[in-house]
């Protein structure tokens, strides 16, 4: 079997546990807050990131990875001998991050034919934290069942288009500024207790609904994956600061279908700066409808 060698981006929100288990190298965003940069997962973790945006009054933006660093890394696992990197990167519509890796392997490939041996599989995640995350895992445990570069990339590429979350937002402010939800609304939802259900599915991020009050949140946000997604399949359970909404969330999803979630994705710095440190959903591969994914 060749080297395979997987990576990710830390928006995938992939826990340390399961990075290590599965030994799946991850690439750290550039998150700044407070007039200080930091990279996410190794100068911080979640917690201490968590603490950060309640401290600084500021809002935290991230930055994307360059092609100079795919192409440092692509030179990196040619020299350690490795024959085929995969990459399963963000939502290349909300970075261009996975343009950046695809843009470097031009690159390498001009500057080093001498390593025209080393395949080099670019896949965009199509959205973020467990959408591809989970997937990341399979394609992990694919490998140590032995299956070859191609047939993992191949179901990387099959899944991804079909991942989708439903998730709520408790706090507004920074979705607001991150543009994915007007200011004014987000301003007017959170006066009047208003809580959007955001919908994440074809690299696209929609408002899907709103709720009043965070109970009804997370019995909506229930109510929306179990229409969506497959019957009798597996989901994952996301949260952020609060672990309570991911009690609540792992509850009404067992109450509905009738078992836990097959993992748990907490929210890490390079989205926590977009959706807010709190929030609640669930991730899963949706289902058919009239012959097509919608």
């Known amino acids: 079997m060749s080297k395979i060698r997987i990576y990710t981006d830390s928006a995938s929100d992939i826990s ?33 990131f968590y603490r950060l945006m309640d401290q600084i009054p500021e ?3 991230t930055s994307q990875i360059t092609p100079y ?12 001998g490795t024959e085929d990197l995969i990459l399963v990167l963000i939502n290349s519509e909300g970075s261009a991050t996975y343009e950046n890796a695809c843009l470097a392997v031009e690159n390498f490939r001009q500057e080093h034919p001498e390593h025209a041996g080393m ?5 965009d995640g199509m959205g973020y934290n467990g959408i591809y995350g ?15 570069a191609e047939e993992i990339v191949s179901y990387l590429r099959e899944i991804l288009p079909r991942r989708e979350i439903y998730f709520g937002i408790y706090i507004l402010k920074y979705a607001a500024r991150s543009g994915r939800i007007p200011t004014a609304a987000a301003f007017l939802g959170d006066k009047l207790g208003l809580k959007p259900v955001m919908k994440i599915f074809d690299r696209q991020i ?14 909506r946000l229930a109510d929306m994956t179990v229409e969506d997604m497959i019957p009798g399949s597996p989901y ?30 907490q929210i890490g710095a390079a989205v926590a700066a977009n959706a807010g440190p709190k929030v609640a959903g669930v991730s899963f591969t949706k289902k058919e409808t009239a012959g097509r994914q919608k």
């Open 206 to 219: 929609t408002t899907a609904a709103k709720c009043r009050g965070e109970k009804r949140l997370i019995e």
């Open 119 to 123: 395949h080099i599989y670019c896949v």
């Open 69 to 80: 660093q795919f192409q440092e890394l692509y030179e990196r696992e040619a020299a350690a």
């Open 59 to 61: 809002l935290p933006s």
């Open 134 to 148: 989970g997937p990341v895992i399979e394609a992990a445990k694919l490998r140590e069942k032995g299956a070859s």
């Open 236 to 265: 994952e359970v996301i949260y952020g600061c609060d672990a309570s909404c991911r009690d609540e969330m792992e509850k009404a999803m067992v109450a509905r279908v009738g078992y836990g979630p097959a993992n748990y994705f």
């Open 16 to 48: 340390v546990s399961d990075e290590k288990q599965y030994d799946i190298s991850m690439l750290p965003f550039l998150v700044t807050l407070g007039g200080k940069s930091y990279l996410s997962r190794v100068d911080l973790d979640n917690e201490q």
